[in-house]
């Protein structure tokens, strides 16, 4: 449990150790196997295996560790909040945070990605057009992604009660001499005016990619 209770603190300085200890947790939880994964009624536990499968393990391992967690971690969507959260059948007020934060770090993650963060920074996103204030959690941005030329948004509504209503977000750190337009998710163009490299950008709230680009 040494090698293994450390693993995801080690995966991006000693990646052969972290690896030793995913192995060896894999093994004998049995998630590395065809049969029973044993030690997921334990959130502790629970936690650390989802984690760092993160890392470690190929789709097939991954998606099968998860379905055996499901039944033990109380997966849980709140649609008024607009909160997705592991109560791991503890009965309490308010969901464990450290673990929830883990479990969901386990999720995300695709082999060597949390390696990757550290050893392959992207120091790129420090000169690229960058999303302020986001009126969240009413609004969450399910889609905010620079890709050389364009920059794509999409706005999450928090519940029923928010879907399809306006929300303005910023969009910073742009050359100040360069014109912009939004193009909708219906192909509409609207152009944008920029203030010192500073537009504001109207997003409607329904989850559907729009794109900011450079005017002809």
């Known amino acids: 449990m040494g090698v293994v209770i450390p693993a995801w603190y080690f995966a991006p300085q000693k990646p052969a150790v972290a690896l030793a200890g995913w192995q060896m947790a894999a093994a004998v939880s049995g998630a590395a196997g065809t049969g029973p994964i044993t030690g997921l009624e334990d959130p502790a536990r629970a936690t650390m295996l989802l984690q760092i499968a993160g890392e470690f393990a190929g789709e097939e391992i991954k998606s099968r560790l998860w379905a055996a967690a499901e039944p033990h971690i109380e997966p849980t969507w ?100 360069t014109q912009w337009m939004l193009v909708q998710a219906d192909g509409n163009r609207v152009p944008l005016e ?17 794109s900011i680009v450079r005017q002809d």
């Open 194 to 210: 920029n203030i010192e490299g500073t537009l504001d950008v109207e997003l409607r709230a329904d989850n559907r990619s729009v």
């Open 78 to 177: 709140d649609r008024q909040s607009g909160e997705f959260t592991l109560g791991f059948g503890l009965d309490e007020p308010h969901p464990r945070g450290q673990w929830n934060a883990r479990c969901m770090a386990g999720w995300v993650c695709t082999p060597g990605a949390w390696s990757r963060l550290f050893n392959e920074p992207n120091l790129r996103k420090f000169d690229e057009p960058t999303v302020e204030d986001v009126d969240f959690p009413r609004i969450a941005l399910s889609e905010a992604r620079w890709d050389g030329s364009r920059l794509h948004l999409a706005a999450h509504p928090q519940n029923t009660g928010v879907a399809e209503t306006r929300t303005r977000v910023r969009v910073t750190n742009l050359d100040p001499k």
